[in-house]
């Protein structure tokens, strides 16, 4: 059998062990950086929710759901 000669080695690939170039590296750091954010958002919006429910639940005696 031959080889398919349209695909590329893994060596042929310029981020295959560690031949990343710097703007793909800080592209990477950049999008895990913004996610950390959204989540982080995410979480200080959901938090003062759990507050509320955790008052109900003091209050009333009724465990929250």
């Keep these: 059998?031959?080889?398919?000669?349209?695909?590329?080695s893994l060596e042929k690939i310029d981020d295959y062990n560690g031949n990343e170039s710097k703007q793909k590296r800080n592209t990477?750091?950049?999008?895990v950086l913004i996610l950390l954010?959204?989540?982080?958002?995410?979480?200080?919006?959901?938090?003062?929710?759990?507050?509320?429910?955790?008052?109900?639940?003091?209050?009333t005696q009724i465990p929250a759901k």
Aim: hydrophobic share 40%; aromatic share 8%.
């Design 37 to 59: 954010v959204i989540g982080a958002i995410f979480a200080y919006l959901k938090q003062p929710y759990n507050d509320e429910i955790k008052g109900v639940e003091e209050k």
């Design 28 to 31: 990477v750091r950049l999008i």
């Design 1 to 8: 059998m031959a080889k398919n000669k349209g695909e590329p």
